[in-house]
């Protein structure tokens, strides 16, 4: 089934972005979010952490990352300060560039506080390389336009080389797939390898450094991870996820009505409601 092309949207970015995105599978967005929209994210979200710092239950903290919980077990904060974020129209509309349709469901949602650490000299990433879990562990890639998924993370703090910016695999996207065509060709599954692709070990990585209201685009298929931040500032990043609907994988099947409120419903746009799955896109 073939999507409607997204012709009537304008394109955002230049065809060399394109070009680069293609062939890098990331790329480092500027000025998505406007100072003040970008200085405002970051209030609502520092306004979440806690006075005295006392992070709830469901919060995960480990190596100066901590990870806010809305939900125990869901990272998606989808508090109706950061509504607005989720339904952006400017990452919305290079979203739809790239996936050359309009019809897109947007999710993730989740928030990256990456303070100072001191410990750890020797390492540079705090998380192994992996993909995220967005083809199910049993299911084989497929490579298709269906199957892809384009997400990343907002900068709503200047992230200088090694304040804890996000890392990525040069190629690391085209790498993933020929190394499972080739194990396939030798009939191994390619989809297991490296424990599902969650814990990369022989790839190479660098680290993706931005100023504040810039979006690091990632490919699905795009190895990263987490690293330290050896600076004073903590580095605040804001995560989502565009699927094309339908998704070859259900990515695209919307969460249950009853998980939004009056208040989180008030904060949507007619744009944000079909992104979410609320509302067909007709
Ligand atoms: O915080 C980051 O820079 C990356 C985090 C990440 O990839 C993850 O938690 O899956
Ligand atoms: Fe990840």
């Known amino acids: 089934m073939t999507a409607p092309k997204s012709k009537a949207l304008p394109h955002v970015l230049t065809d060399e ?10 790329l480092l967005i500027e000025n998505v979010l406007t100072p003040g929209e970008t200085d405002h994210y970051r209030s609502v979200i520092l306004d979440l952490v806690p006075r005295d710092l006392a992070f709830p239950q469901e919060w995960r903290v480990a190596d100066g990352r901590i990870k806010p919980h809305r939900l125990h077990e869901d990272q998606t904060f989808d508090v109706p300060g950061l509504i607005p974020l989720m339904g952006n129209e400017t990452l919305y509309q290079v979203m739809a560039q790239l996936h050359d349709t309009y019809r897109l469901r947007a999710f993730d949602g989740s928030i990256g506080i990456t303070l100072r650490n001191d410990a750890h000299p020797d390492q540079v990433r705090s998380q192994r390389l992996h993909l995220d879990a967005s083809v199910p562990p049993d299911t084989d890639f497929l490579f298709t336009a269906q199957e892809l998924q384009l997400g990343g993370c907002y900068y709503l ?24 065509r080739a194990a396939g060709s030798a009939g191994v599954n390619g989809r297991e390898l490296y424990g599902n692709w969650q814990h990369i070990a022989h790839l190479k990585s660098i680290e993706v450094s931005g100023a504040a209201g810039s979006f690091v685009l990632l490919h699905h298929l795009m190895p990263h991870a987490a690293s330290h931040n050896r600076r004073p500032t903590a580095r605040i990043a804001h995560f989502m996820r565009y699927v094309p609907v339908p998704h070859a994988h259900g990515a695209h099947v919307p969460l249950p009505h009853d998980r939004y409120d009056d208040t989180q419903l008030a904060a949507m746009t007619p744009l944000t409601r079909k992104l979410l799955g609320l509302d067909p896109w007709g």
């Open 17 to 26: 972005q394109v070009a680069q995105f293609r062939h890098d599978g990331y």
């Open 157 to 180: 703090t200047d992230v200088e080389p090694g304040g804890g910016g996000i890392h990525v695999v040069p190629r690391g996207h085209r790498l993933v797939e020929e190394e499972v």
